[in-house]
């Protein structure tokens, strides 16, 4: 095998995919970069067995073929290669891979590329169990819930954010059992699919670094997993097992009392007052009298913020 491409594409496919690598040994085959130079596309992916990124990038393929490449190493060496050089990446025998860009000569040692678990690949809306969102659409709804994810290891089926496809709309819930998020939009080209499903925070946290402001993304299903289409960037994750809480029966229909105000005046108000609080006291008050709102926080031997 033999390509040829640039640092740059090479250093952005990287740094996209290494976030997939294992963290764990518990499998040496996962600390590695899978590289495939075919059909005149070079992609590399990797997976710690819970979710798999691939992203593919422009290069010359010289001679097809694949192999695996620790990821960290890999990943230190492109990044210290000089700017806007081409990079040549060559398999030898005994899967030695050698890398030369410009005065730079480099040689590690892979692992076979049959080691390397076989992610399922989407089809990019073709098929009849897949849905179509604009990026921008589903970026924003993802940044408006994913912060009331949990992070107990005990609730896992609340690790991740709920995803409610029904009658062309998008509904999104994301909980930790002290507060929830909501949110629910029109998806006129998402077809007529009814499924709800539980994303991972890994799987939520890789959409929001990868999604853009144009475009659109795809999502197939395939038995416990879902499979993401980016364009050049590809994810496959399980999806968390488990049935989701009630959430709706804990949102009032009906209240007694409703304020109307200015969200920046109340938001930079509850920062200034949160300045003094400490670990062991995080709350601030806010007090409604009439038609004033006061946030106040009073933290033992550190203070008082009133506002």
């Keep these: 095998m033999k390509i040829k491409t640039t640092k740059d594409s090479l250093l952005k496919a990287i740094q996209i995919v290494q976030n997939a690598v294992s963290s764990k040994n518990t499998l040496p085959i996962l600390s590695h970069i899978l590289i ?13 067995l819970e979710i798999g990124i691939s992203m593919s990038i422009e290069g010359e393929i010289i001679e097809e073929g694949a192999f695996t490449v620790p990821a960290r ?64 659409k589903l970026k924003q709804m993802i940044q408006l819930t994913s912060f009331a994810m949990s992070h107990d290891e005990s609730r896992y089926v609340l690790n991740g954010i709920l995803f409610s496809f029904k009658e062309k709309a998008l509904k999104m819930v994301a909980t930790d059992g002290r507060r929830l998020a909501v949110i629910q939009k029109e998806m006129t080209e998402m077809g007529n699919l009814k499924r709800d499903v539980i994303i991972p925070m890994k799987t939520i946290q890789e959409l929001n670094r990868n999604l853009g402001d144009e475009g659109d993304i795809f999502f197939n299903f395939k038995d416990n997993q879902i499979l993401i ?40 108000a509850t920062r200034r007052a949160s300045i003094l609080t400490s670990q062991d006291s995080q709350a601030v008050k806010i007090n409604i009298i009439k038609d004033r709102m006061i946030i106040t926080k009073n933290t033992p031997d550190l203070g008082e913020a009133r506002e």
């Excluded at 495939?36 to 710690?48: G, S, V």
């Design 36 to 48: 495939e130079a075919k059909k005149n596309e070079i992609r590399l992916t990797a997976t710690d």
């Design 73 to 136: 190493k890999f990943s230190e060496i492109v990044k210290e290669l000089q700017s806007d050089t081409t990079i040549h990446i060559s398999l030898k025998k005994g899967q030695s891979i050698h890398l030369e860009a410009g005065k730079s000569y480099f040689k590690l040692m892979g692992l076979s590329r049959e080691d390397f678990p076989q992610l399922p690949e989407s089809t990019q809306g073709k098929g009849g169990d897949y849905i179509k969102l604009p990026q921008n």
């Design 229 to 268: 289409n980016l364009g050049q960037i590809h994810i496959t994750s399980r999806l968390i097992e488990g049935e989701y809480p009630n959430y709706e029966q804990v949102i009032p229909k009906k209240t007694k009392e409703e304020i109307n105000l200015n969200t920046q005046d109340f938001l930079q």
